[in-house]
């Protein structure tokens, strides 16, 4: 084992506390704190469940500790060992490269034991990881505020016959603005953004380029992949149209939500598996036979 102190960043893998590989359980167990990055993703299971199985306390990381106060975390990183806790893996979907950076900084040795991410387990639906094209982030709409350009990177994915990973919004620890100018510590219930909403979202802009006189590749009629608490016991898949899945519920977070390209024969086979309905196997079945 290592007799340099150093920083470590273990990916807990996304389904519960036992997805965690047996070096960073060994680095966890050892470590001299251990702190649980909060604000990006989610297991199934929360703290507690994660302490209890690790057997020591978990320090929770908010957006705020880890952006604006990371020297606590780097504090004496050099001098003992320090876990960095992430869902999924360390520079899958969300990298921590600022908090590397720091640590280089400080003359910080630093180490990543990786893990699953959605980024590789979304493979699991049946699409190929070699078509995906570039990957896009959704995030909730206000009233004032709808931005809408990942859809162009949608459209660019589709033109090249590529699929699409969509990652949902999460909102954790989220202040309202009268209680950020007052500079009161009142946290908004956790939110977690559904595929249904994601795919409502993408009906809105449709509608909105139409009127403008565009022509969007995209339609009510793509189809789509839903993937709910991917890599978990209770992990869900569903494949429909664009406008079904904005009237579907997969129940529980997290939610991940594929817009297809061009399917290969094998890829509609195994879509096939997690149609909605009749219809959209049948679908599938012709593109299946029209590609081979």
Known sequence: WSLWKMLYFVGLGLGDAEDITLKGLRIIKSASRVYL?????ILTVGKEALEKFYGREVLLADREM?????DVILRNA??????????GDPFGATTHTDLVTRAIHHGIPYQVIHNASVMTAIGCCGLQLYNFGETVS????????????YFDKIEKNLSNGHHTLCLLDIKVREQTIENLMKGRKVFEPPRYMTVSQAAKQLVTILHRRRDEGKCPALSEDSLCVGVARLGSASQKI???????MAATDLGDPLHSLVI????????????KHFALNDSVALRLAEDSHTDA
């Open 37 to 41: 990055e909060a604000y990006t993703s």
């Open 66 to 70: 880890v952006e604006q106060q990371s």
């Open 78 to 87: 050099d001098s003992e060992d320090v876990a960095f806790l992430v869902v």
């Open 138 to 149: 959704f995030v909730f709409w206000t009233d004032e505020w709808m931005p809408d350009s």
């Open 238 to 244: 569903l494949v429909a149209s664009l406008k079904q």
């Open 260 to 271: 297809a390209g061009s399917l290969h024969f094998l890829e509609c086979e195994m879509l």
